[in-house]
Structure formats: C-alpha cells, structure tokens
C-alpha cells in the first residue's frame, strides 16, 4: 500500500512556515492576547468522522463543529511597550477556539479543545495565570457558548446534559418511510446541501444541540437556569437583570437548515423564569427566492447597547417578498423592561433593515441596502422622535467613493457604541481608501451636521498600514499595522504630531523568504467590449526561468462598468501564503 507522500524540503517548508500572530486587545487598550493560527490539519483531523445535519458539519467525538480551526502559542502583549509576558497554567500545546474579554479588561476567557469537547478557562491578566473552569460540556454549535456577565463577575455558558450519554445509534430497522407533505402551493424554492433526512438525523440534531444555561463564577462553580432545550444564543441585559435566549424547536424541516427551523426567543430574569415571550416564529420553508426576501415576524433581536434594558428588532412590512414594489421593507421596534407594555414602533426602513450603530437617545444610526441596485442607505435617528436625517445613500460597490464605516468604543455596561468626538456631533469614520493607486486606509473625523470629512491620517506607500485601535479620545495615538511587500505586518504606535511619530513595537520575520522572488503588480486593461477592468499579476522579480505568471482576474458581477474597473487591492502588501490565495 502506498503511503502517504511528502512534497520537496522548499515546498514542506513554505507549507509548514508558521502563522503570523494575531493581536485581540483589552477594552482599556493596555494588554492584548498574542495568537498564532495553528499549521493546516493532520490526515487525522481530516479523517475524523464528520455529520452532516441541518446545514452543521459536526465531529461526534467532540459535539463540536467538524475541522474547526484553532490558535495557539498564546502571551500576553503590552500595547504601549510591546513587551511579552508568558501566560502559565496553560496545557501544552493549547488549541484555543474562543477567546473574550470581560468588560473590565481584567481576565479572559478562554475556549479549549479537547479530545472530549470545548472545555472553558479563565486567564487573569495581572497574575499571567489561566486555569479551567468547567470541563468538557461547553456547546458551541451555533453562536457562541459562553458570554460575560456585564459586572464582569463571571460568565453564562451552555452546557451539555450532565447525563448526557452517547450520540443515538443508527437504528437497524428504519421506523418507517420518510413523508413529507405539501400543503398546496406551488412556490420555487432554494436547495440546500447538508440537510436532515430522517428520524435518526433529528435525533442526532436533537442530542448535540441540546443544552442548559449556566452561571459560572470567577471561581468556576456553576449554577445551572433556565429551560433545558435547543438553547442557540444567549445574551444578558447591559444592566444584568435578564437574559435573552433563542430556542430552536420542532416540526424541523428537510429541505432547509436550522437558521429557518422554529424559533422561540424569550426573556428570563435572573432566576431563570420566562418573563416575556418575545416571538415563535414558525418553520420558514416557503421564503420567497427573490432577492431581499427574509422571514416574516421579529428578526434581529437584540438589546439595545446604551439603555439598562430595552430589546430591539426589526420585522419586514412587505411580506418578506423582495419582489414586491412597496415604499418601506422593514419596521423596527423598541421594547423595555418590564415588558408590561406594547412594543412601540421606532422608525421604518425604505430598504432592507441591516442593523444600527447605537450612539445614545440622540444619535442613532441605521443601515439599510438592497441587493439588486447595491444601495446602501444610513439615517441618523434619535429614539424620541420620528424625523430621521440621511446620513449616506450610496452604491456599495462604488469603493472610491466610501466614507468609511463608523469606529465604536465601550461604554459603561461594557457593550459597543459610536464612538463620539468630544464635540457629540462628530464620529470616527475607517475605511479601505480605495483609489486608482490601490488601497490606502484612512482614519476621518466626519461632522454629522454639515456632512464634511477631516482627514487625520491615512496609510503612505510604500507601506501598507491599517488601523488597529484608538488609543486616546482625541486620536492622536494610533495603534497601527504596518507591512510592505516583503515585510510582514508589525505593529507601530503612531503619535501624530511628535518629532518620532512611529515608536515599534514588534518587528516581523518572513517566515517564507524562498517566496520573495514573487512580485505583485496590479494592472489595468479593457475587456472586448471595452470596459476597463483591473487584474493583479504575479511573476518573479527575474527572468531566471522556467516560471509560470498568474493572472488573477476573479469574474463577478457589477452593476456599473465604473465599480468593476476599480482598483481592489494595494501593491505594497505583503505576500501572504494562504489557502485563498492565487498561488
């Protein structure tokens, strides 16, 4: 039998090269987490059993998501010096899936997989010290498994079943024959892969889902709450005092994933009652193909960031059918605790709700596009009146003219909200800077009243630089990463204004220098018909052959001949062996 073959030491090489590390940092912007992705899968990851269930891909070993990907060589990183502390406790060779920060920047949740499942740690950031806290019982199907308490005392998780016992065995006599009914309408409908198909998949469905909240403290104990149940999300009020969950439930379906299987979402307080059922949505099998489309009843449910505890949603006013021609698609809602009232309705969308950018009962920004024309539209909405400002209408795919997207911050429960200029009128705006002489991003202060973009700093061939964070209210200090095309990303503390405005605080090694011989070169040219259209070229930096060019022309659809001829990339980026790159 032949083995298993190995490519030449040059090609190993550049295939095994480590990750460049990766940086997720404090809401205070003191210390960071350092991570490094982990090398490509073992032919025993890839031959692990895998099920494939309502739209899942899942390893039965672990009730995890099948060939998840992890990180590793975990440190603690000092922003403002770029010194490294060892974190210990730690076992060898971690394989990190999740990572959060409590709101108080103080400890951090870890993640672990192990042989058995996802296991949850805890990392206090002054000691340097992770040890675990639950085991093996996280369920991480869907959303996230654990999440912050807003006080920083701990954590709510989903857990297994303590009792939950091995997956159900196929059965060696079938139950009888799979029916599945039509109720008379004639409709087209989407096909999905990785669908469920009998008794045996909407038990296994059932097994691996299924789970209890649980309030894990600082010191690891648990208290379990709430129903037991296809619990998919939850997430606490910004003032604790309930948790708002999503339950899927039977009839499932065959022809649609579990993003369209029933949906109960429900308010708990903090003993775990049901204080308010929000919505039960129904199977959503027959949603209308069309572009736009979406289910019917509340969608989006989420608490508002900047109020103790107020839900917000949105739900479609036009059937959910995108081919329908009607003046507003969407209504949102507001919704407070209590939860004795009527929800009030808030404002009404022209085009496909998307979200908002909560900023406070002042400034409130909106999102909403439409696929078929690419328009983007954001309103400036304030939550005590029903006049809304149109901040921009745009085509998205339009990337030179992008104004960026608004820059957040935490605020006291901890939760994401515009970040303001000391003003109150102006926002941080970060974008790509697309251009005709490539990708060159930018940081804005934009001023809401008269529409205008002041500009504080944007990247400067020939490197390639993007901002990482903010680091003090009036932007003067910016946390940037710099690269080039032979240089790695490094991280650089810009002080704008100073004698030595970059103070370094990593520098990169190449970890594939044999790849360097490689050049990137974006160029312009006409189609037949004579659209111009923009390709990206690599070839060596000689003519020592033989070596093959390529042409990297990915085809997509435009609305505008301006938009597909733009330049979408930057020459001065460092060549990244990746699994989506060209070569």
């Not at 379990?224 to 604790?240: D, H, Q, W």
Request: glycine residues 8%; charged residues 25%; aromatic residues 8%.
């Amino acid at each position: 039998m032949l083995p298993y073959q190995t490519p030449s030491e040059i090609v190993a090489s550049v295939v095994h090269a480590p990750a460049q590390p990766q940086y997720s940092i404090c809401p205070r912007k003191i210390w960071a987490v350092r991570t490094c992705a982990a090398e490509l899968p073992s032919i025993e990851v890839v031959a692990a059993p895998e099920l494939r269930l309502a739209g899942l891909r899942i390893n039965p070993d672990t009730g995890g998501h099948a060939r998840a990907s992890h990180w590793g060589d975990l440190a603690l990183f000092h922003v403002e010096s770029g010194t490294e502390r060892a974190i210990n406790g730690l076992p060898e060779d971690p394989r990190v899936r999740r990572l959060a920060w409590s709101p108080n920047g103080l400890w951090v949740a870890l993640g672990l997989a192990e042989a058995s499942g996802l296991s949850l740690w805890l990392l206090d950031v002054r000691s340097a010290q992770a040890r675990p806290l639950v085991g093996p019982r996280l369920v991480e199907l869907v959303d996230s498994p654990f999440c912050w308490e807003p006080d920083s005392s701990g954590l709510i998780a989903r857990l297994a079943p303590a009792r939950r016992g091995p997956p159900p065995p196929v059965p060696a006599v079938p139950h009888g024959p799979v029916i599945q009914e039509s109720f008379g309408e004639t409709r087209p409908a989407r096909t999905y892969q990785d669908m469920l198909s009998s008794e045996h998949d909407e038990a296994l469905f059932e097994h691996f889902l299924t789970c209890r909240l649980a309030r894990v403290s600082l010191a690891g104990k648990t208290r379990a709450f709430g129903p037991v149940g296809l619990i998919v999300r939850v997430s606490p009020s910004p003032n604790g005092k309930y948790v708002v969950i999503d339950e899927l439930h039977r009839p499932f379906s065959y022809q649609v994933g579990e993003g369209r299987f029933p949906r109960r979402t429900s308010v708990l307080d903090r003993k775990g009652n049901v204080v308010h059922v929000v919505a039960d949505l129904p199977l959503a099998e027959s949603i209308p193909i069309a572009h736009g489309s979406t289910r019917l009843g509340p969608r989006g449910v989420h608490w508002r960031p900047d109020a103790p505890a107020q839900l917000a949603w949105a739900e479609a006013i036009d059937g959910g059918d995108g081919a329908r021609e009607v003046e507003f698609r969407d209504r949102v809602f507001l919704f407070d605790a209590p939860f004795d009232q009527a929800p009030r309705r808030w404002l009404e969308t022209e085009l496909r709700y998307g979200g908002i950018y909560w900023g406070g009962d002042d400034l409130n920004l909106v999102t909403s596009s439409w696929y078929r024309t690419r328009r983007l539209k954001v309103v400036r909405a304030a939550i005590d009146s029903d006049d809304v400002q149109v901040v921009w209408d745009r085509n998205w795919e339009d990337r030179y003219t992008d104004p960026g997207v608004p820059l957040t911050t935490r605020n006291q429960y901890g939760r994401s909200v515009l970040r303001r200029v000391a003003d109150g009128n102006s926002l941080y705006l970060a974008g790509s800077g697309a251009s005709p002489r490539g990708n060159e991003p930018f940081l804005d202060r934009f001023n809401l009243d008269t529409g205008e973009s002041e500009r504080i700093w944007q990247s400067t061939p020939p490197r390639y630089e993007q901002l990482v964070a903010i680091m003090d209210p009036d932007a003067t200090r910016l946390l940037l990463a710099r690269e080039s095309e032979t240089t790695p990303p490094e991280l650089s503390l810009l002080r704008i204004g100073a004698p030595k405005p970059f103070y370094h605080l990593t520098v990169g090694v190449d970890p594939t220098p044999q790849m360097r011989a490689i050049r990137k070169e974006i160029i312009e040219y006409k189609r037949d018909d004579g659209i111009p259209l923009t390709a990206t070229l690599y070839r060596p930096a000689t003519g020592d052959g033989p070596w093959p060019t390529i042409l990297w022309a990915y085809p997509r659809e435009y609305k505008t001949a301006d938009a597909a001829g733009q330049i979408r990339d930057s020459p001065h980026r460092y060549l990244r062996i990746t699994h989506w790159s060209p070569y």
